[in-house]
T-cell receptor, first 112, second 111 residues
Framework: NAGVTQTPKFQVLKTGQSMTLQCAQD?????MYWYRQDPGMGLRLIYY???????DKGEVPNGYNVSRLNKREFSLRLESAAPSQTSVYFC???????????FGSGTRLTVV | SQQGEEDPQALSIQEGENATMNCSYK?????LQWYRQNSGRGLVHLIL?????REKHSGRLRVTLDTSKKSSSLLITASRAADTASYFC???????????FGSGTRLSIRP
C-alpha cells in the first residue's frame, strides 16, 4: 500500500526553467492537494482538486498550474521557475467523509 | 495567511514528561486537526476534533477544543524519544474541503 507517491524527491532548476511535479495516490480518494513548506513555517495551500475534473486556487497559486489527470494523479507545474519557489512541496489526498489528510514524502525543489 | 498559530514555537522536555502544545485560530471552524512531521518527512495525521466536541483521546494523545476561546491544545503524555518532531494544527471549514495549517511547534525530547 503505497499511499501518496511524489516524484521526483529532489530537483534543482535554473531560473526560468519549467518542470512538473508528479503525485499519485492509490487509495481511491476524491480530493487532492498541493502544499509548499518553507523553512520554519507551516504548509501553505497552492491548489487543490475536490474531485476529478475540478481544480481550485489555494492561498499561494501564483506561478503554478495544476492538472487533475484522473482520479489517481494530480500534477503541479512550474512554467518559469523563480528562486522564490525554492521550497519543499507536498501532495496530499483525502477520503470523502474523512477529514484527515494522507501526505506524500515531499519534493525538495531548489531554484538557482 | 495562516489561520492557526501554535504556541510555543519550540519545546524541549525530559523523556517521560508530558508535552502540551496550544493552537489558536481566528474564525469559526468545522474541525481542527493535529499532524506530526518528523525531520525531512511528510506530515502524519494524528487526530481530528469536530467543532461540537470538547475533548478527544487517542493513545497517549489528548486534544481539547474551546470554541469560545478559539483555541485547542494537544497533550502528549509520558513522552518518548520517538515523539521528537514538529507538530502542526490545521483548521477545517464546512464550505470547502481544504484545511489551513499553522506554523508548528518543534518538540524535542531529551533522554
Amino acid at each position: 500500500n503505497a499511499g501518496v507517491t511524489q516524484t521526483p524527491k529532489f530537483q534543482v532548476l535554473k531560473t526560468g526553467q519549467s518542470m512538473t511535479l508528479q503525485c499519485a495516490q492509490d487509495m481511491n480518494h476524491n480530493s487532492m492537494y498541493w502544499y509548499r513548506q518553507d523553512p520554519g513555517m507551516g504548509l501553505r495551500l497552492i491548489y487543490y482538486s475536490a474531485s476529478e475534473g475540478t481544480t481550485d486556487k489555494g492561498e499561494v497559486p501564483n506561478g503554478y498550474n495544476v492538472s487533475r489527470l484522473n482520479k489517481r494523479e494530480f500534477s503541479l507545474r512550474l512554467e518559469s521557475a523563480a528562486p522564490s519557489q525554492t521550497s519543499v512541496y507536498f501532495c496530499a489526498s483525502r477520503e470523502e467523509g474523512n477529514y484527515g489528510y494522507t501526505f506524500g514524502s515531499g519534493t525538495r525543489l531548489t531554484v538557482v | 495567511s495562516q489561520q492557526g498559530e501554535e504556541d510555543p514555537q519550540a519545546l524541549s522536555i525530559q523523556e517521560g514528561e508530558n508535552a502540551t502544545m496550544n493552537c489558536s485560530y481566528k474564525t469559526s471552524i468545522n474541525n481542527l486537526q493535529w499532524y506530526r512531521q518528523n525531520s525531512g518527512r511528510g506530515l502524519v495525521h494524528l487526530i481530528l476534533i469536530r467543532s461540537n466536541e470538547r475533548e478527544k483521546h487517542s493513545g497517549r494523545l489528548r486534544v481539547t477544543l474551546d470554541t469560545s476561546k478559539k483555541s485547542s491544545s494537544l497533550l502528549i503524555t509520558a513522552s518518548r524519544a520517538a515523539d521528537t518532531a514538529s507538530y502542526f494544527c490545521a483548521t477545517g471549514y464546512s464550505s470547502a474541503s481544504k484545511i489551513i495549517f499553522g506554523s508548528g511547534t518543534r518538540l524535542s525530547i531529551r533522554p
